[in-house]
């Protein structure tokens, strides 16, 4: 059996819209990282989705897919060394107190 394309793209919206919530409602740092990784994941079903969908041959949403994992886990590494760094400095991974790019 063959999933259909609107299980992969009801899946991914779920996801898409969870990570926009946690991302307008979050005040830590670190659940704002985990909510792009949401919002990232989301886009990924969607490549898997349609690239299954509109040619099940080629893999030209894998391989994109591939890549925004890449992105994705690049963006988790640096964004923690930045939060790690502050939380050092300030004790602290709440986003309001996070002014130390200000003048």
């Known amino acids: 059996m ?3 394309l609107e ?17 307008i409602t979050s ?3 670190v659940r704002v990282l985990m909510s792009i990784e949401l919002l990232l994941n989301a886009v990924n ?5 349609f690239s299954n969908y509109l040619d099940g041959v080629s893999l030209k949403g ?3 897919t591939v890549f925004v994992i ?9 964004g923690l060394a ?6 050092r400095n300030r004790d602290t991974v709440d986003m309001e107190e996070f002014n130390l790019l200000k003048w």
Do not use: D, K, P, S
């Open 2 to 4: 063959q999933l259909q």
């Open 7 to 23: 299980y992969f793209l009801l899946v991914a919206a779920a996801l898409f819209c969870i990570g926009i919530y946690g991302l």
């Open 27 to 29: 005040r830590n740092a």
């Open 45 to 49: 079903l969607n490549l898997m989705g």
């Open 62 to 64: 894998q391989v994109f």
């Open 70 to 78: 890449t992105v994705a886990a690049a963006e988790a590494a640096v």
């Open 82 to 87: 930045i939060v790690l760094t502050i939380y």
